[in-house]
């Protein structure tokens, strides 16, 4: 095997893009935790400010678009993109934080969707790129449950930054204590920037030869999954966008909490979730991948449920912890079910479909949600979601139960196993 792609070069990559994920989830955090909050001290009501992140998802659909590409020109270039595009978004704001320099790099960098560390509409090229010439169910569920954790470690940091503007206020902090967040953001995603210029991407492990008299109906399989999946995930979209870009929003509107208490708030769910990864793991090894997705995904359902009935802040903020700890941990092996679906050359494009099918529907949602929320229906946005997510994981579990059940073929997969 030729230096390049010897098992110890392939981790070094590995752990300059799991770094780089943990930099780029510390700038998400901030964003995430003060973001929304920034904008209600600035005047703006839940409309505009859901117009504004339905607007970024739109963006983000159109940049997932290119993410197909990436099977035949690599990843590293797509990503190295994005994160520049990042960069750029947080400096502008960091020079003009108002107007409308601040509505179009908030469009350009997502800001406040937060997207547990992920490369945002690139997520699936970062994790088709940290998994080259990975096939194994155990493999995968590792390495991305792990790469995950380290996202939720990285949020947690930002989260609990955005308690900054806060310190020293009796009162609620206004507009400008808040611009201390750009700053902060673009610290850490310079520092993403250059881990993820360092990475070599492989892309050549991806090629290897597939019988021929496979392929036909290799593909046909894989193209039906794909299908299957992009039907589920306009369901999980759906819910996503209703109930939970505007929850710290929603914190101050039900609660009249401010950055104080919604910034550590948030901060413990992404330690929480951080320290949850390996349960989904450890599940996995003794359930299978769904065995443990299924259980885990429905019960932070009925947390969810539970949360915009909460009589009091404190009840609302323990349903909100336990729904995003449960939910956070089946992230990695859900990301494990998508890389199951196709062989490894083909992951940027399932990636793309997933999430495509997931941010249409998605980017209506924080509009729907801050109109329902300004007219007063506080809890329909996450009553709403809840039905659509539980719809959702009806539909994934009888969908692909099946197609990971057992390990894939190796004459159909391509791709060296590699130990992650």
């Known amino acids: 095997m030729p230096e390049a792609q010897t ?34 001290a600035s005047a703006w009501d839940g409309v505009r400010i859901g117009a504004v992140l339905a607007a970024g998802l739109v963006f983000a659909v159109l940049l997932t678009l290119l ?7 690599g990843r590293k270039r797509f990503l190295l993109g994005y994160e520049m595009l990042y960069v750029l978004s947080c400096a502008a704001a960091s020079i003009h934080p108002a107007g409308t320099v601040l509505s179009l790099a908030a469009v350009a960098g997502a800001f406040g969707r937060g997207a547990n560390g992920s490369a945002g509409p690139f997520g699936s090229i970062e994790q088709a790129w940290l998994t080259q010439g990975l096939r194994g169910t155990e493999q995968l569920s590792r390495l991305l449950s792990l790469n995950t954790s380290f996202g939720f470690a990285g949020m947690a940091v930002g989260a609990a930054l955005g308690a900054l503007p806060a310190l020293g206020h009796a009162a609620a902090p206004s507009a400008a204590d808040y611009t201390l967040m750009f700053p902060l953001a673009l610290a850490f995603a310079l520092a993403c ?15 290897e030869a597939i019988e021929p008299r496979l392929e036909r109906d290799t593909r046909r399989g894989e193209n039906r999954n794909l299908r299957n999946l992009g039907l589920v995930n306009l369901l999980q979209g759906a819910g996503i966008g209703l109930s939970g870009p505007l929850v710290s929003y929603w914190f101050a509107r039900r609660f009249g909490l401010g950055p104080a208490q919604i910034a550590p708030l948030m901060a413990a769910g992404f330690v929480a979730a951080a320290l949850g990864a390996p349960l989904g793991t450890r599940l996995t090894s003794r359930l299978g991948l769904m065995g443990a997705i299924v259980p885990l995904r429905a019960a932070a359902l009925g947390a969810l449920v539970l949360m915009p009935l909460a009589p009091g802040p404190a009840w609302a903020m323990a349903a909100y912890l336990l729904h995003k700890t449960l939910n956070r941990s089946t992230n990695g092996l ?28 998605r980017s209506l949602g924080p509009l729907l949600a801050g109109l329902m929320m300004d007219s007063g229906w506080l809890a329909a946005p996450f009553l709403l979601g809840a039905g659509f997510q539980a719809a959702y994981l009806y539909l994934y579990q009888s969908r692909f139960r099946a197609s990971v059940a057992a390990e894939p073929d190796p004459r159909r997969m391509g791709g060296r196993p590699e130990s992650p």
């Open 67 to 73: 993410a197909a590409a990436s099977d035949r020109w």
């Open 193 to 207: 920037l250059v881990c993820v210029a360092l990475a070599r991407d492989r892309h050549g492990l991806e090629r």
């Open 334 to 361: 859900r990301a494990a079910v998508t890389a199951r679906l196709v062989r490894n050359h083909r992951r940027g494009f399932a990636g793309a479909v997933s999430s495509i099918a997931r941010q249409v529907p």
């Open 7 to 40: 098992p110890h070069a392939l981790e070094r990559d590995r752990r300059l893009l799991i770094a780089a994920r943990w930099f780029r989830s510390v700038a998400q955090g901030v964003l995430a935790a003060d973001f929304a909050l920034f904008l209600r």
